[in-house]
């Protein structure tokens, strides 16, 4: 088994899709997993990647699946497991959106990983928001994948990045994206219960692998550019892009949360050197230009 031979679950999306970029760069194979091979949104922007015509094999697996997950696994050295949903508009049925892929899938990943065979790492991206039902989902999960790391004898790291924008690669937008969007339109909430910092999709994708190379990173690494609150993203937006109908929001929105600019201090202290707000957010908006979304 390689030790350059590893399996990105939820390849195609918004930070999968950066994760695998990066990986065929450092001369990684990829097994990437995608929901339908057939669905070119899923597969397209994934071939047409440097490296991929020799180095990414794409698989088609379903989390709750376990025999579909296993063929995407085997021959791994190593796993980093994003395919988790993250949702910030309301949600009408939590077991099904959230609970059973979140909590059932990441089980389904940690038992075909070590049934794989020799894993020499396991990370686990659950992303840093708390509203509709997740504090459960991501509590539950930290918890069940150190339990079942520390019974099976795998090395499992977690990385819990806040939200994450910049350039797309993939034809279909993150949560964090949409956010952003929806700023540059005028959208008036205040997202309390959901934000906590930006990072950049290359520094998310930068930190898995960071995790993943260094073995003497262990535990939860929280992954953003600063602590912060929406207040000061909308307000930085509106300062960068006047033209837009960004609405003034209040700074304070998100009381009792501290800024802090070396919140993910384990991120830096492994040599990650986070790309600022102000540049994130002009990679995003000029993304969401040059896809079509605005003008």
Same mark, same amino acid.
């Given at each position: 088994?390689?030790? !350059? ?20 760069? &450092? ?7 995608? !929901? ?20 990414? &094999? ?15 696994? !085997? ?14 508009? @309301? ?9 059973? #892929? ?27 928001? /708390? ?10 999960? &930290? ?38 969007? @929806? ?18 999709? !290359? ?16 535990? /939860? ?20 892009? #006047?033209?837009?109908?960004?609405? @003034? ?5 998100? #009381? ?19 790309? #600022?707000?102000?540049?994130?957010? @002009? ?13």
């Amino acid at each position: 088994m390689s030790s !350059k031979v590893v399996c990105v679950t939820g390849g195609s999306g918004c930070i999968g899709s950066w994760l695998v970029h990066l990986l065929l760069d &450092r001369g990684y194979t990829v097994h990437a997993t995608v !929901k339908d091979l057939k669905d070119e949104n899923e597969t397209k922007h994934l071939e047409a990647l440097e490296g991929a015509e020799t180095r990414l &094999r794409l698989f088609q697996i379903d989390l709750l699946d376990y025999n579909s997950i296993t063929a995407a696994v !085997k021959g791994c050295a190593g796993v980093f497991h994003l395919a988790s949903p993250c949702i910030v508009d @309301r949600v009408y049925d939590p077991q099904k959106e959230l609970l059973d #892929p979140a909590i059932k899938g990441t089980v389904n990943v940690l038992t075909a990983a070590k049934e794989a065979g020799r894993i020499a790492g396991l990370t686990l991206n659950i992303a840093s928001k /708390r509203s509709y039902g997740i504090p459960y989902q991501k509590l539950w999960l &930290r918890k069940r994948a150190w339990e079942f790391a520390k019974e099976k004898g795998l090395d499992v790291v977690v990385v819990n990045p806040g939200t994450v924008m910049g350039p797309v690669i993939s034809p279909r937008l993150n949560a964090s994206m949409l956010m952003l969007l @929806r700023i540059l339109q005028g959208c008036t909430e205040t997202y309390e219960n959901f934000f906590m910092g930006s990072v950049h999709f !290359k520094d998310v994708a930068l930190a898995h692998i960071l995790v993943y190379e260094n073995k003497s990173a262990t535990g /939860r690494h929280l992954c953003v550019e600063a602590i912060s609150r929406y207040g000061d993203l909308v307000a930085k937006v509106a300062e960068l892009y #006047p033209e837009y109908k960004v609405p @003034r929001l209040p700074r304070d929105t998100q #009381p009792g949360l501290l800024r802090a600019k070396d919140g993910s201090k384990k991120l830096i202290d492994l040599g990650l050197e986070f790309i #600022p707000m102000e540049q994130i957010i @002009r990679d995003g908006v000029e993304s969401l230009k040059s896809k079509g979304f605005i003008s």
